[in-house]
């Protein structure tokens, strides 16, 4: 069973930044996939980053290109998500989660069989 804690959210102004990290515990996090979501009230759960077992392989959703960086650090079980230059559009709960198959496609919410708690991430103009 793996266990997926966020912490790093909070409220910024328009152009901050911000680090969420997540920590992981059970399971062998060195062999999972690992990704970053938000969900907006109203809105269907979005993509927003990924990264391979080793780190060596990332993917961003077209809004936060450019902008966010994923990173990892396999030991101290953890991955990070760098957020610059937040705009209000960007102000949602931001979930990881752990794909443990390693055959899922990183970009689909599907794949990943465990999930964090959620952080809140707000952004003011």
């Known amino acids: 069973q793996v266990q997926l804690v966020e912490s790093g959210g909070g409220l910024v102004q328009a152009g901050d930044s911000l680090r969420l990290s997540c920590a992981a515990s059970?399971?062998?996090?060195?062999?999972?996939?690992m990704g970053w979501f938000r969900q907006a009230p109203g809105k269907e759960r979005e993509f927003v980053a990924a990264?391979?077992?080793?780190?060596?392989?990332?993917y961003y959703g077209d809004s936060v290109k450019g902008r966010f960086t994923i990173s990892r650090d396999n030991a101290k079980n953890t991955v990070y998500l760098q957020m610059n230059n937040l705009q209000p559009e960007d102000t949602a709960v931001y979930y990881c989660?752990?794909?443990?198959?390693?055959?899922?496609?990183?970009?689909?919410?599907?794949?990943?069989?465990?999930w964090g708690q959620g952080t809140q991430v707000t952004v003011s103009s």
């Open positions: 989660a752990a794909e443990t198959t390693g055959w899922g496609p990183l970009r689909v919410v599907n794949s990943y069989g465990y």
């Open positions: 059970g399971g062998t996090f060195s062999r999972y996939g």
């Open positions: 990264i391979n077992w080793s780190g060596g392989i990332t």
